[in-house]
């Protein structure tokens, strides 16, 4: 299973991006898709995932301003970002992995978003 990431880069305070996550290989369903981060010197954490029935969760920070949506046809997975803040500014890695089956999980190979105040 592979994951690939695109979309991120350099945008100012208020402004938009869209990830796009493409998924290929064997993939299992159920499945949990999802866009994590990590800034420079904190943890990965979540930002937004989405099953394949459409639920979605997100992290208190990003609520309001990031949709996370997928195409299932396509296996892709989307982060649109809007009103960004330099707080946001981290590496965004997308994710899918298996509900049940803890060895089906697979990391993207991430993309930088910058936000400049």
């Known amino acids: 299973v592979q994951l690939q990431a695109s979309g991120g880069g350099l945008v100012q305070a208020g402004g938009s991006l869209r990830l796009s996550c493409v998924v290929s290989g064997r993939i299992f369903s159920p499945n949990v898709m999802g866009w994590y981060r990590q800034a420079p010197g904190k943890q990965r954490g979540l930002v937004a995932t989405?099953?394949?029935?459409?639920?979605?969760k997100y992290a208190s920070s990003v609520k309001g301003r990031f949709t996370i949506s997928r195409d299932n046809a396509k296996t892709t997975v989307y982060l649109q970002m809007n009103s960004l803040k330099p707080e946001d500014t981290a590496v965004y890695y997308c994710?899918?992995?298996?509900?049940?089956?803890?060895?089906?999980?697979?990391w993207g190979q991430g993309t930088q978003v910058t936000v400049s105040s």
């Open positions: 989405i099953t394949s029935d459409g639920i979605t």
């Open positions: 994710n899918a992995k298996h509900p049940y089956r803890a060895s089906w999980n697979y």
